[in-house]
Each structure stands twice: as structure tokens, then as C-alpha cells.
């Protein structure tokens, strides 16, 4: 089998971020996936077993590919405004830079991993993630 066609036997596993309009860029965008058996969302300085840290680009479609086995998780971004590599929050603990987790629309609750999971299930999986800001 050569690399093309072994490329195209692997599972993966894309993340389409949906930028609101008041969004620009985003030079540092970190995510996080979380397995079942990790904490969920991870504390400050915690990190799960899928984490990285890449840029967005206005009026480009930005696509976050992982290689993800079979298996349920969670996922949560933000997009890091002032360069100190955590999310910033309020004296509530709400989010002051813009944000992002899997299935949750409630901005005052936060997230656990049953109410931010999926399933990957298939060897390819599409996640629309769409950013929340402040």
C-alpha cells in the first residue's frame, strides 16, 4: 500500500470552526479533546489527551483534522487574546475571550463531559464548532 492510499484508510476526525462575525482572527486558538476517563472542562494547566494550538483566518474555512480512534469525547476551545495561553474569565467565571464547547448553548452552566460529548464512530467524523464571545 503506498502513502496515498494508506492516507486514505485512516480514521480522522475534522473540526469546523465557525467564527461569528465579530470574531477576526484568532492568532492563538487552543482545543482541547477530552476522553471519558480525563477531567473535563481541564482545570488551569490541565490537559487532555488531544491538545493543540493553531491560528484562524478570516473569510477562510478553518478545519482542525485529528486522528481520533473510535471512542466518546469532548471538546472545548477558546481563542487566546492577550497571549497568556489560558481563558480568561470574569470574577463569575464566565469567559472574557472568545470560546467554544461541543453542544453547549447554556453560557451561565458549566460544561461537564455528558452534556459536551460525541461519539466517534466512523473512520470520518465532521464537529462544527462554533465560537461564543463575551
Not at 487532555?48 to 477562510?60: D, F, G, P, R, V
Not at 470574569?90 to 453547549?104: A, H, T
Request: aromatic content about 12%; proline content about 5%.
Amino acid at each position: 500500500m503506498g502513502f496515498d492510499e494508506a492516507f486514505l484508510y485512516r480514521k480522522f476526525t475534522i473540526f469546523y470552526v465557525r467564527k461569528l462575525s465579530n470574531i477576526i482572527n484568532c492568532e492563538k486558538f487552543f482545543v482541547t479533546i477530552c476522553g471519558e476517563d480525563e477531567e473535563f472542562p481541564p482545570k488551569e494547566g490541565g490537559k487532555c489527551m488531544h491538545s493543540l494550538q493553531t491560528k484562524l483566518i478570516e473569510n477562510k474555512e478553518n478545519n482542525i483534522i485529528f486522528n481520533l480512534p473510535n471512542g466518546t469525547y469532548a471538546t472545548a476551545c477558546f481563542c487566546d487574546k492577550n497571549n497568556d495561553e489560558k481563558l480568561n474569565t470574569n470574577w463569575i467565571g464566565m469567559p472574557n475571550e472568545p470560546y467554544c464547547v461541543y453542544k453547549s448553548n447554556n453560557k451561565i452552566l458549566k460544561p461537564n463531559f455528558k452534556n459536551s460529548s460525541f461519539d466517534i464512530i466512523n473512520r470520518n467524523t465532521i464537529i462544527n464548532l462554533e465560537i461564543k464571545t463575551p
